[in-house]
């Protein structure tokens, strides 16, 4: 089992930043990848981002693109989101989900694609 739990959410005005942290324990070793999604009220939930597990490869929603940074952190088993020029859409629910499987093509983006999830921080951005 993979245990996740991220950080660093809050309430935060328009045009501002919040770094999201994802903290993993447990077998971490089974993980290939990790991703984030969010979902606001009464949305589905999406995917904003991708990150293998060694670092080297990222991808993200187009919403996001060029606003937020995904990254590894030094002690590894951390993930971090870096969300700059923050919006009011962007506000929702925001969770780190990791995969102990490979992904293929664009897999990455389907959240029935991830094996474990934390439980999800609140990114709230005022106007």
């Known amino acids: 089992q993979v245990q996740l739990v991220e950080s660093g959410g809050g309430l935060v005005q328009a045009g501002g930043s919040l770094r999201l942290s994802c903290a993993a324990s447990?077998?971490?070793?089974?993980?290939?990848?990790m991703g984030w999604f969010r979902q606001a009220a009464g949305k589905e939930r999406e995917f904003v981002a991708f990150?293998?597990?060694?670092?080297?490869?990222?991808y993200y929603a187009d919403s996001v693109k060029g606003r937020f940074t995904v990254s590894r952190g030094a002690a590894k088993n951390t993930v971090y989101l870096q969300m700059n020029s923050l919006k009011p859409e962007d506000t929702a629910v925001y969770s780190c989900?990791?995969?102990?499987?490979?992904?293929?093509?664009?897999?990455?983006?389907?959240?029935?694609?991830?094996?474990?999830w934390g439980q999800g921080t609140q990114v709230t951005v005022s106007s």
């Open positions: 447990g077998r971490t070793f089974s993980i290939y990848s």
């Open positions: 989900a990791a995969s102990a499987s490979q992904f293929y093509g664009t897999g990455y983006v389907f959240s029935r694609n991830y094996d474990y």
């Open positions: 990150i293998s597990w060694s670092g080297g490869t990222t």
